[in-house]
């Protein structure tokens, strides 16, 4: 018998690959799996009819216009994602300092939200009432004088709650970062009659370069001066982030979540670790147009890298993710 093998006797009682060893193993001890209920698909929606217009810094994603947001949002349904997260490309002209077009019982992203909960009522809609998409200056909030002021914000960004309320969305997600925008919003939706409408509080949104590729779909990169670190989360700070989400759920949040995503993972985990409530990371779009680009470029193997991220992020504790991957990934689940 050759003694020379490094592993002894001892080691070689605790073999990891004996639950390697074979297929039917793996699917076995498999401790967190995909579905297409963990996803939630986030779509940009444009003015007009017929038009399906490429945004190029996201290869495979869309503005659509509402009539194709509806047939596509019709697919999804039927591949069994439970929700989508609509976010508008507002005219240049309506976008003004205030953001005052959030206001608009029926602008752009409003009669989105009323098209598909018509067409497809059994999908759940989360709107968000951050101001970015409204501005001429693509800040979330009321800007004066080199300041984004808070409570004004809030103010704003409890009626535009009310009023996509009124429109059917299911979800408010608020991600503007300003303070207090939990309660008051959860206030503001009780007192409409809006109980039974959620929030889902962007409640660790970090001063992120991940969000390149979405300010080019919605086109407020040309707009935006300066950057959101007066509002939005430094990337360093991690127990800052846990305090912030805890005033969200003190404030009545009914779920959490963690963005961008996979560079934060350990805030997905403290986030669900901390509170218990569902929480869920949105795969940003730089994390999308990353893939996608090394993808195209052969460097890697996309559609693994897809499956791989998207699992990582339950192994963190996610209960799902916002992801522009969300048809994509639950086709190839269907597909098995
Ligand atoms: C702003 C907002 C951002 C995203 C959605 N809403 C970030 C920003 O522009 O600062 C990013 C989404 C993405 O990158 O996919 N309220």
Redesign the pocket.
């Known amino acids: 018998m050759d003694k020379t093998h490094i592993v002894d006797e001892v080691t070689g009682h605790r073999r990891m690959r004996r639950n390697r060893k074979a297929d039917w193993t793996r699917r076995m001890v498999q401790e967190n799996r995909l579905t297409a209920d963990d996803f939630i698909w986030?779509i940009f929606i444009v003015p007009g009819t017929g038009i399906v217009d490429p945004i190029k810094a996201m290869p495979g994603v869309n503005r659509m216009s509402i009539d194709k947001a509806v047939e596509a949002v019709k697919e999804a349904a039927d591949l069994g994602i439970p929700a989508i997260a609509t976010?508008p490309d507002i005219e240049m002209e309506l976008r003004d300092v205030t953001g005052s077009q959030s206001l608009v019982a029926d602008n752009l992203i409003n009669q989105a939200t009323a098209a598909i909960k018509k067409a497809v009522p059994n999908i759940g809609v989360i709107t968000?009432v951050?101001l970015?998409p409204f501005t001429s200056h693509g800040h979330?909030g009321i800007l004066r004088d080199g300041i984004i002021i808070n409570d004004e914000t809030v103010d704003q960004v409890v009626r535009a709650a009310i009023l996509q309320a009124d429109a059917g969305a299911d979800i408010i997600a608020p991600?503007?970062m300003m303070d207090g925008r939990i309660g008051a919003i959860r206030r503001g939706l009780d007192a409409a009659g809006h109980q039974d409408v959620g929030i889902m509080s962007y409640a660790t949104k970090f001063s992120s370069g991940?969000?390149?590729?979405?300010?080019e779909a919605i086109n407020?990169s040309g707009l935006l001066k300066g950057d959101?670190n007066s509002y939005?989360v430094s990337p360093a700070n991690g127990t800052e982030a846990l305090r912030d989400a805890a005033l969200d759920v003190e404030e009545g949040a009914d779920m959490m979540m963690v963005?961008?995503g996979i560079a934060y993972l350990d805030i997905c985990w403290r986030v669900k670790e901390a509170f218990g409530l569902p929480t869920y990371a949105?795969q940003?779009?730089?994390e999308?147009s990353q893939i996608k680009a090394a993808a195209m470029n052969g460097w890697i193997d996309g559609e693994r890298i897809m499956m791989e991220t998207l699992l990582c992020f339950k192994r963190a504790g996610c209960d799902g993710i916002l992801t522009?991957f969300a048809v994509e990934a639950a086709q190839k689940l269907a597909k098995g």
């Open positions: 986030p976010f968000d951050a970015d979330d991600s503007e991940y969000y390149g590729p979405y300010r407020t959101k939005y963005k961008p949105y940003v779009s730089g999308y522009y």
